[in-house]
């Protein structure tokens, strides 16, 4: 066969497991395959570097920059504390989590351009395990960039957490994560393209300013302060927050977790409908 006409020849796909002869998808959460897409979240940095250096990068160069502009803003009664970078340092941190889990939502919808996604769904593998996988590689992949940009604050002068600031940390930060990947993946299988990107980083984004991000909520303006008592982000980076300004209270620890854990009931189920709407 000449060359050329080799080329030219498709190359087919290995075929995808078959449902089971009931032709029912199994409802379990399958762990086995859970992590081999977890792992295939981490493979994803090194296909695909530049996805991760927003979530690496813009948390440290917004955390300096607005500490350098707004540094004496503390001076303003009301703050609890006098050093801004460790007011806003919850703030890098719910970023850095977000930009993570919206890079999820955009590789998804690589995958789903380049009928990956479409494979997967014809395996004998639930919906629950696709999901489990592609938000906790997010909340894996975040525990990345947390530990520099933390040192990095703590050698500007934030001040050093706590075993159980640190602890709250290491839980809220990686479960912010996967909810804004479960959100992401909720308007990837929308959209079903790659071109979702920008509305994902922009309702991330905006969950996080539209809240106590850049000053405590007696000092809002009463639009703002509304918008951000019913924001259960704000919660979150109050939760926070505590870990680096103030003492560590059992009742914002409970009403941070609360709110992730409502957050993530509402996102995940909206996920799982956008998956059988996507099998139609």
Sequence with gaps: MPPDTQSSMPVSAPPAPALPKSGRRPRFVDPAAVLVLVRRGFNEILRVPGASIPGAIAPIIFLVGLTMVFGQATDIPGY?????????????????????????????????????????????????????????????????????????????????PSLVGVLIILAVVPIFSAIAATWASVLALKFRSQQASPLIQASILSSILFSTSYAPLELLEPWMRTIAELNPVTYVIEGLRQCFVGEISWTVTWQAFAALGGLGAVFVTLALLGLRRFER
Excluded at 123 to 128: A, V
């Design 80 to 160: 609890g504390t006098d050093s801004f970078l460790a007011f806003v340092l919850p703030v890098a941190l719910l970023q850095s989590a977000g930009f993570t889990g919206g890079a999820t939502g955009v590789n998804l919808g690589r995958d789903i351009e380049q009928g990956w996604l479409d494979r997967l769904l014809l395996s004998p593998t639930s919906r629950s395990t696709i999901l489990a996988g592609l938000v906790l590689s997010a909340a894996a992949r975040v525990l990345i960039p947390v530990p520099p940009l933390l040192v990095m604050a703590i050698v500007l002068g934030a001040p050093m």
